[in-house]
């Protein structure tokens, strides 16, 4: 557990002025979806309420509701721990975010300014000097960060809100994905073939180029989910 992440996300909580069950419920479910609390690992409900400073009962609210989301799963005699990402999730992830990434593309080739293609390209550039510090979840943000300049792009507000939903959904398995340092470089490369499909405007090789991008992290974290149950 890594207890200086879960502090700052209890922090961005508490200002939000939530009952306190929910505050405990979105602290734990950021600390999953970003890793802090990674797959396997025990919920102890009474070491978690004291580091949230709270009693047993909102954390085991918040189990319950972890539960149902399908990010914790209980286990007989041995009690709650932190769901293992399953191949089923993530194709169900990755076909929401497939559409919408190639709704987000369409928009974006026929939007998109020069300003924006410029900010895409420093973003690249900056997420290709995380790599050298092998923090994983600065890599992840980093890429997230990439792109979200082409969801701004397309200039539709309500597209931008439903991926934000889903954003953490994503998280998790982008961040699977990066924990591969073998795969991250390719991302780069792929990366500039999508900012230069944009900037040529050629709406079919730009959600090609889209398309298996996220493909290829699909195969990778299917394998990886396959190695680690073998």
């Known amino acids: ?40 690992e025990r919920l102890m409900e009474v070491s978690l309420a004291q580091k949230l400073g709270v009693s047993r009962t909102p954390v085991r609210e918040a189990i319950r509701k ?35 990434e190639d709704l987000a593309v369409e928009l974006a080739c026929a939007r998109i300014t020069e300003s924006q293609i410029v900010e895409l390209k420093k973003a690249n550039v900056n997420f290709e000097n995380s790599l050298t510090s092998n923090d994983v979840t600065a890599i992840a943000e980093a890429d997230e960060r990439f792109h979200e300049i082409i969801y701004r792009a397309t200039g539709n507000d309500k597209l931008v809100q439903v991926i934000s939903n889903i954003k953490e959904q994503m998280y998790r398995y982008r961040l699977e994905y990066i924990k591969d340092s073998a795969k ?35 195969i990778t974290v299917i394998n990886n989910i396959k190695g680690s149950s073998g």
């Open 1 to 40: 557990m890594q207890e200086d992440k879960i502090e700052e996300y209890l922090k961005i909580n508490m200002s939000s002025y939530l009952p306190l069950r929910d505050i405990v419920f979105n602290t734990l479910r950021q600390a999953i979806l970003k890793g802090e609390l990674a797959p396997g």
């Open 66 to 100: 972890l539960e149902l989301e399908g990010l914790v799963l209980m286990i007989p005699r041995r009690g709650a721990e932190v769901a293992r990402i399953s191949e089923k999730s993530l194709r169900d992830v990755l076909e929401v975010r497939r559409g919408l």
């Open 184 to 218: 991250r470089q390719a991302l780069v490369g792929e990366h500039k073939e999508i900012v230069a499909a944009l900037e040529r405007r050629n709406l079919l090789e730009a959600k090609e180029r889209m398309r298996r991008h996220i493909e290829n992290q699909e």
